[in-house]
């Protein structure tokens, strides 16, 4: 698993490379969470067209950082997500509280 | 057409990864499309994270995981199972959104994706002791090209 972002004003933008399971939702967790620290956020892009693998431990990450965020009123947008990628999201019900978005 | 694999594997989440795509690899023979394999890969990494972070206590003891996969024809049949606690009410556990550790942000998920991504899924208690995750699919494959002859 790889990660990459950028901060552009209140928008902060990460992008997962790689496979989403068990064994790096830790580093993934804990690598939102210290960019989500520095505070300043309107907005969390997460890009995942080179995310080629995710299982439900992913939405998990992701429904953990929904909490943090949405009582600071962050919006959460999950971009152009792989086609098996997007099952295991939609399945989830997850576009209900995040944008999917290209 | 008969074939059967068996892989046994330490309990650790390093090893989700090799089992699924393991798997994947092995129901190669059937010419599944994209959308199989991915079904797969994601119903075997969920049995397999199930058995890493529930099955068995972080007592510094190696735990093992069983993956044996049979392939009948155009059917694949995916067993997984582990000799931990067990669990206690299954039907109760396969609830979508239930999780025993809601506290580590589990989504609750696993087993909803399962059924999802297979075409049958039984759960049932391993003897003496742990769980055994019992999956279907049926590979329909890709395209079937024409031909003509001249």
Redesign the interface.
């Known amino acids: 698993m790889k990660i990459e972002h950028f901060k552009k004003s209140d928008e902060l933008h990460v992008k997962l490379c790689g496979e989403l399971d068990e064994k790096c939702s830790t580093y993934v967790r804990t690598y939102l969470d210290e960019l989500i620290d520095e505070g300043g956020l309107r907005r969390l892009y997460i890009d995942m067209s080179a995310l080629s693998f995710m299982d439900s431990t992913g939405i998990g990450v992701l429904i953990g950082r929904y909490k943090r965020l949405k009582p600071q009123g962050v919006s959460i947008f999950l971009q152009s997500p792989t086609k098996a990628v997007d099952r295991v999201l939609g399945l989830s019900g997850i576009y209900d509280i995040m944008t999917k978005a290209v | 057409m008969k074939n059967k694999m068996t892989l046994t594997f330490s309990a650790i989440?390093?090893n989700?990864?090799f089992a699924?795509n393991a798997v994947a690899a092995f129901c190669a023979e059937l010419d599944p499309t994209?959308?199989e394999i991915?079904?797969i890969?994601?119903a075997v990494?969920?049995a397999v994270?199930n058995c890493?972070?529930h099955a068995y206590p972080k007592d510094g003891n190696e735990h093992t995981v069983t993956v044996i996969t049979e392939i009948d024809d155009d059917t694949v049949h995916i067993v997984v199972s582990d000799n931990g606690v067990g669990i206690d009410d299954i039907a109760h556990a396969m609830q979508p959104f239930y999780t025993s550790k809601p506290e580590?942000?589990?989504?609750?998920?696993?087993f909803?994706?399962m059924e999802?991504?297979t075409d049958e899924l039984e759960v049932t208690r391993n003897e003496p002791q742990g769980t055994v995750v019992s999956m279907f699919k049926t590979i329909k494959g890709g395209a079937v090209w024409n031909r003509k002859k001249r």
Request: avoid cysteine; proline fraction near 0%.
């Open positions: 989440s390093e989700e990864s699924r994209v959308d991915n079904d890969k994601t990494s969920e994270t890493v972070v580590q942000e589990r989504s609750g998920m696993g909803t994706i999802s991504f």
